[in-house]
């Protein structure tokens, strides 16, 4: 069974950056695509990135573009979220999830079969 645990959440000034991690453990080799979701207070998740194990293409909303980056480190079993020029919209619960090994890389929720608890991320204006 894969398990994912983020962690980096926390508290941030408007315009500031944070690095969000996702170690992923048990069974890894069963996945093909990392992603990470967000959902704020009253609405839906939201896609934010995702990344491939093998070759590392990467997928990114539209809403993140130009300020995040996707990474991964095969090694370590670790992907990570770098946001930068945070904005107070981007505060919500960050999720990392994980799609079975043949999906593709996508943005559908649906295709992710394995998920995270969670971390906070709180930007101030």
């Given at each position: 069974?894969?398990q994912l645990?983020?962690?980096?959440g926390?508290?941030?000034?408007?315009?500031?950056?944070?690095?969000?991690?996702?170690a992923?453990?048990?069974?890894?080799?069963s996945?093909n695509?990392?992603?990470?979701?967000?959902?704020?207070p009253?609405k839906?998740?939201?896609?934010?990135?995702?990344?491939r194990?093998?070759g590392?293409?990467?997928?990114?909303?539209?809403?993140v573009?130009?300020r995040?980056?996707?990474?991964?480190d095969?090694?370590?079993?670790?992907?990570?979220?770098?946001?930068n020029?945070?904005k107070?919209?981007d505060t919500a619960v960050?999720?990392?999830a994980?799609t079975?090994?043949?999906?593709?890389?996508?943005?559908?929720?649906?295709?992710?079969?394995?998920?995270?608890q969670?971390?906070?991320?709180?930007?101030?204006?």
């Amino acid at each position: 069974q894969v398990q994912l645990v983020e962690s980096g959440g926390g508290l941030v000034q408007a315009g500031g950056s944070l690095r969000l991690s996702c170690a992923a453990s048990g069974g890894t080799f069963s996945t093909n695509v990392l992603g990470w979701f967000r959902q704020a207070p009253g609405k839906e998740r939201e896609f934010v990135a995702a990344i491939r194990w093998s070759g590392g293409s990467t997928l990114y909303a539209d809403s993140v573009k130009g300020r995040a980056t996707i990474s991964r480190d095969n090694a370590e079993n670790t992907v990570y979220l770098q946001m930068n020029t945070l904005k107070p919209e981007d505060t919500a619960v960050y999720y990392c999830a994980a799609t079975p090994r043949y999906n593709p890389i996508t943005s559908s929720g649906a295709y992710y079969h394995y998920w995270g608890q969670g971390t906070q991320v709180t930007v101030s204006s």
